[in-house]
């Protein structure tokens, strides 16, 4: 009556409010609840993918780095320090060196060895040599990892022949140039005394090994693509394997042209002349012993007369 009177009194505003104003406010506040709700789990939903996308990632770095590592190691195991590193960032290596020397270690009567008591002899015997030249090998290797012997190389293993090479890494300027062809003699030398020690625990067994060591230019390099083979070649190493195939049991055999390098810190006894294949006549020396006890830290300083003969000579 007082709304058509012109007229709005205070009841009419609240019974306005009441009917009006209060339910769709009470609207608007449950939309924007259920709205808040829902942006809500949106959040909690997205910020739980990113976590998981995150640890997922971080997961899967961290397993990247593992398979890297691991892969690294291995690399490591089959191929130089410095080849590995040039491999990464050309994807090929070959390189020429004008000073390197090479031996080879063969032990010669293993074929011989034989096992008594085996049931099996025909595949249990073939199995026990592996097993030995195995362990022969890794007591090889195990030489290399010594501080004096930390520049040689293993470059592999055929059949029973162990063949390894120094002066494959950049020259120690502080050192004489022929330094590390000394540790090469000391390291055949310690194959030698390595081997007595081995025959002295295989209770009246004797295995004997012979080594040949030459000295000059070589091509070291990579081949392959999937089952990558490092390795030397040239004269230098042809001759070294002859110097082996043609020595004598428990001595270390070489050219007479490595004698000018060597005698300061070695002494030689004359093997004559001997007819080498591709090569002729050949005056050769076996290593009779040391002059004195060193390593290369404690070489003495190379003479301008050796460096000349590592420029010309080889």
Request: a neutral charge; one cysteine or more; proline letters at 3%.
């Amino acid at each position: 009556a007082s709304m058509m009177n012109g007229t709005i009194t205070a009841d009419d505003i609240k019974k306005y409010f009441e009917r009006h104003v209060v339910p769709e406010t009470i609207i608007l506040l449950f939309l924007l609840v259920f709205l808040l709700i829902q942006v809500n789990r949106m959040s909690e939903t997205t910020v739980r993918r990113q976590f998981n996308g995150l640890i997922e990632a971080w997961l899967g770095k961290k397993e990247s780095k593992i398979h890297a590592d691991q892969a690294n190691r291995l690399l490591s195991n089959i191929l130089p320090i410095h080849v590995n590193k040039e491999l990464r960032k050309t994807g090929k290596f070959s390189k020429n060196h004008e000073c390197v020397g090479v031996v080879f270690a063969s032990i010669e009567n293993l074929h011989e060895f034989r096992m008594i008591g085996l049931s099996n002899p025909d595949e249990e015997e073939y199995t026990c040599k592996i097993r030995l030249l195995s362990e022969i090998v890794s007591h090889f290797d195990h030489l290399l990892n010594r501080k004096e012997f930390s520049g040689i190389e293993k470059i592999k293993t055929i059949g029973c022949t162990y063949m390894a090479a120094s002066g494959l890494l950049e020259a120690d300027e502080r050192r004489p140039p022929v330094a590390h062809l000394v540790n090469l003699v000391n390291f055949a030398l310690q194959l030698t005394d390595l081997m007595k020690w081995v025959n002295s625990e295989l209770d009246g067994h004797r295995l004997d090994i012979k080594i040949g060591l030459n000295y000059g230019p070589v091509t070291s390099g990579v081949v392959g693509t999937s089952k990558l083979l490092y390795d030397i070649w040239g004269d230098t190493v042809n001759v070294a394997s002859r110097m082996e195939s043609t020595g004598v049991t428990g001595r270390i055999h070489l050219p007479a042209s490595c004698i000018p390098l060597l005698e300061r810190y070695f002494v030689f006894e004359s093997h004559g002349q001997i007819q080498v294949k591709g090569k002729g006549i050949m005056d050769t020396v076996f290593i009779a012993g040391r002059r004195r006890q060193f390593i290369f830290a404690t070489i003495p300083e190379a003479s301008d007369t050796e460096v000349e003969m590592c420029d010309t000579q080889l």
